[in-house]
């Protein structure tokens, strides 16, 4: 464990970071497994809302440094793709 106060505050920061991120990435699998719900239900019109929403969450995890913003247009790029193939 932590040996000096420097290091028990970055211990103790690791720790908030770490639950924070592990809700947005949560909340960000979620948005993206209904868009793929969706699109394997052949649902245009639900797939386009949640699309929107999944876009929304990826680039809200890329601003917060949460996801790069390479990875988040690449998931915006793919899901995109997805529900453009159901027209």
Request: charged letters at 25%; glycine letters at 4%.
């Amino acid at each position: 464990m932590a040996n000096h106060r420097s290091a028990e505050k970055r211990a103790r920061q690791a720790i908030v970071r770490r639950a924070r991120n592990r809700s947005i990435m949560s909340t960000l699998r979620t948005a993206i497994k209904k868009v793929e719900t969706a699109v394997q239900g052949n649902d245009k019109a639900s797939a386009a809302t949640a699309l929107t929403q999944a876009t929304s969450a990826i680039d809200r995890a890329a601003g917060k440094g949460v996801l790069h913003r390479n990875t988040a247009g690449r998931k915006v790029s793919r899901l995109t793709n997805l529900v453009n193939a159901l027209s």
